[in-house]
T-cell receptor
Framework: AQSVTQLGSHVSVSEGALVLLRCNYS??????LFWYVQYPNQGLQLLLK??????LVKGINGFEAEFKKSETSFHLTKPSAHMSDAAEYFC???????????FGQGTRLTINP | DSGVTQTPKHLITATGQRVTLRCSPR?????VYWYQQSLDQGLQFLIQ???????AKGNILERFSAQQFPDLHSELNLSSLELGDSALYFC??????????????FGPGTRLTVL
C-alpha cells in the first residue's frame, strides 16, 4: 500500500527565507507525486507534479520539488518566502495507472513578517 | 477557480439524518472523485466514477453511497449521520484518469457539520 509522510505539521519561516517542506513516500511501484496547496476556506490547488522524466519539477508561484528515488523523497522548496505563501500544503502519491490520490497529513506554513 | 462546482457550501444537520452533496465536474472531464477531509483522518479518498461507472473505491462507509449521472454530475449520499461524519467533503474531476498527463482539479468543498 502506498503512504505519504510529511515531516512537520507546522513550519514557520520569515518572509524572504527559504521554504522547505518535506515529503517521503512509500510505493511498491514507480509513483506519480504531487504537491497541492490549500488556502483558508478553499479547495486544493495543484502546485506541481512528477510523473516521469526530469526529477526536478518546477511549479506555480516559484515552487519546485525534486524526486529522489534513492531517498523516496519529494521535498518542496521555494527560495524566498512571501506572505501570500501562508497556507496548508499536501504531498500526495498515486500509482502509475491508478487514479486515487493518497495524501500526507499536511504541513501548515506560516510566514513571519 | 478550478471549474469544479460543489453545492451546498455548508450543511448543518442532526445525527441520524441523510444528506446529499452535489458536484459538477469541469467541462469535458469524465471522471469524478470524492475525498473526505477531517481533523483526525486527514484527506482520504472515498470513491471514483468514470463516465457513470464506479471505477475505484476507498475508505467509504457502507452508510455512504455515490453515483454519477448521464450529464456527468455526481452526488454523494450520506445517511444515518454520526458526529464523526462532520468533515469537509471535496469533489475532484479529471479528464484522463491514470495517465501521466492527468490532473485532478478540486472543487471548493462542502463543509458538513453533524450536531
Amino acid at each position: 500500500a502506498q503512504s505519504v509522510t510529511q515531516l512537520g505539521s507546522h513550519v514557520s519561516v520569515s518572509e524572504g527565507a527559504l521554504v522547505l517542506l518535506r515529503c517521503n513516500y512509500s510505493s511498491s511501484v514507480p509513483p506519480y507525486l504531487f504537491w497541492y496547496v490549500q488556502y483558508p476556506n478553499q479547495g486544493l490547488q495543484l502546485l506541481l507534479k512528477y510523473t516521469t522524466g526530469a526529477t526536478l519539477v518546477k511549479g506555480i508561484n516559484g515552487f519546485e520539488a525534486e524526486f529522489k528515488k534513492s531517498e523516496t523523497s519529494f521535498h518542496l522548496t521555494k527560495p524566498s518566502a512571501h506572505m501570500s505563501d501562508a497556507a496548508e500544503y499536501f504531498c500526495a502519491v498515486s500509482e502509475q495507472g491508478a487514479q486515487k490520490l493518497v495524501f500526507g497529513q499536511g504541513t501548515r506554513l506560516t510566514i513571519n513578517p | 477557480d478550478s471549474g469544479v462546482t460543489q453545492t451546498p457550501k455548508h450543511l448543518i444537520t442532526a445525527t441520524g439524518q441523510r444528506v446529499t452533496l452535489r458536484c459538477s465536474p469541469r467541462s469535458g472531464d469524465l471522471s469524478v472523485y470524492w475525498y473526505q477531509q477531517s481533523l483526525d483522518q486527514g484527506l482520504q479518498f472515498l470513491i471514483q466514477y468514470y463516465n457513470g461507472e464506479e471505477r475505484a473505491k476507498g475508505n467509504i462507509l457502507e452508510r455512504f453511497s455515490a453515483q454519477q449521472f448521464p450529464d456527468l454530475h455526481s452526488e454523494l449520499n450520506l445517511s444515518s449521520l454520526e458526529l464523526g461524519d462532520s468533515a469537509l467533503y471535496f469533489c475532484a474531476s479529471s479528464a484522463q484518469p491514470g495517465l501521466a498527463t492527468d490532473t485532478q482539479y478540486f472543487g471548493p468543498g462542502t463543509r458538513l457539520t453533524v450536531l
